[in-house]
């Protein structure tokens, strides 16, 4: 499966952005999902994932609250619905999908397939 990230863009503290992680080459429906964000020289974090049914989803302390993840079957599609955005929130926002009836987590190396990433810019 090949995913691609979008929505990405600049944006006030407080303010809210929408990224999305559309899939193609395959239904994404057998997948969980997670979100990961990397501001360069650091780290990759765990922002938060989702269970292949979009029943359960599970979000890093740093998110939690202002974060949620939602996924549409039909649209082949993963959300990340990002509000009360905070300057620390800015990085390339990342989706990965790794097979399986699972919660994902911030294991990295569960994840068979990536996005290429999208950049959040948040201004103070």
């Known amino acids: 499966v090949q995913l691609q990230a979008s929505g990405g863009g600049l944006v006030q503290a407080g303010g809210s952005l929408r990224l999305s992680c559309a899939a193609s080459g395959s239904t994404l429906s057998s997948y969980a999902v997670g979100w990961f964000r990397q501001v360069r020289g650091k780290e990759r974090e765990f922002v938060g994932g989702?269970?292949?049914?979009?029943?359960?989803?599970n979000y890093g302390d740093t998110v939690k609250g202002r974060f949620t993840i939602s996924r549409d079957h039909a649209k082949n599609t993963v959300w990340l619905q990002m509000n009360s955005l905070k300057p620390e929130d800015t990085a390339v926002y990342y989706c990965?999908?790794?097979?399986?009836?699972?919660?994902?987590?911030?294991?990295?190396?569960?994840?068979?397939?990536w996005g290429q990433g999208t950049q959040v810019t948040v201004s103070s």
């Open positions: 990965a999908a790794r097979w399986g009836a699972v919660l994902p987590g911030p294991e990295e190396d569960e994840y068979g397939y």
């Open positions: 989702i269970t292949w049914s979009g029943g359960s989803t």
